[in-house]
């Protein structure tokens, strides 16, 4: 079972937002990270930290947090986005890695 | 180029052993933190375990379902990380893939997987 808890699924209109969520209680004591994974590829990290991204992920992705929620944003979402998105973060002791179940985004 | 290849998934009988290589370059290796994590088929990700640099003594943490059947170690000098898996059950199979560790402290502190390999496939079947 995963200690972070995502929806399962989410859709999203072409060029809208999509706000995907993350809840757990080890985000009051680490950062989530956020992990795209597009079928039968490794998940590439796509927001680390508090709203970093790394070079070459586009800027309508952002995240944010608040207690023990964290979110990422899409702004604009493109048809490229449709893909698994994974949250993490280390445990509460900080001894583990802790993963969401993941959501579907589904740009229509 | 920063690069991880994961190698020696295959085929194996339940109870039988197996062990995985996570072959790295283009970076310092012997600095870094390394993870493995899997995904069973069409399941989500899953931590399995990892290793800290020598810098932290080269300690290991497992996930629960692992723990005590497999073990993690590394060779510095030749930049790779091993998941020797042992006592192997179906529920094991799964795409294994291997990940470089970073963490830093931007208000709090962060860690996160910044580089994955392509993974390698273990398949437990009788």
């Known amino acids: 079972s995963s200690e972070l808890t995502q929806d399962p699924a989410v859709s999203v209109a072409l060029g809208q937002t999509v706000r995907i969520t993350c809840q757990g209680d080890s985000l009051r004591n680490y950062y989530a990270n956020w992990y795209q994974q597009k079928p039968g590829q490794a998940p590439v990290v796509v927001i680390y930290?508090?709203?970093n991204r790394p070079s070459g992920i586009p800027d309508r992705f952002s995240g944010s947090r608040l207690g023990n929620t964290a979110s990422l944003t899409i702004t604009g979402a493109q048809a490229e986005d449709e893909a698994d998105y994974y949250c993490?973060?280390?445990?509460?002791?900080?001894?583990?890695?802790?993963f969401g179940g993941g959501t579907k985004v589904t740009v229509l | 180029e920063v690069q991880l290849v994961e190698s020696g998934g295959g085929l194996v009988q339940p109870g039988r052993s197996l062990r995985l290589s996570c072959t790295a370059s283009g970076f310092t290796f012997g600095g870094y933190e390394m993870s493995w994590f899997r995904q069973a088929p069409g399941k989500g990700l899953e931590w399995v375990g990892f290793i800290r640099s020598k810098a932290y003594y080269g300690t290991t943490e497992y996930a629960a379902s692992v723990k005590g059947r497999f073990t993690i170690s590394r060779d510095d000098s030749k930049s790779i990380s091993y998941l020797q898996m042992d006592s192997l059950k179906t529920e094991d199979t799964a795409v294994y893939y291997c990940?470089?560790?970073?963490?830093?402290?931007?208000?709090?502190?962060?860690?996160?997987?910044?580089?994955w390999g392509k993974g390698t496939t273990v398949t437990v079947s009788s």
């Open positions: 930290a508090k709203d």
């Open positions: 993490n973060s280390r445990d509460s002791s900080g001894t583990q890695w802790v």
């Open positions: 990940t470089r560790d970073v963490s830093g402290w931007q208000d709090f502190d962060y860690y996160y997987m910044d580089v």
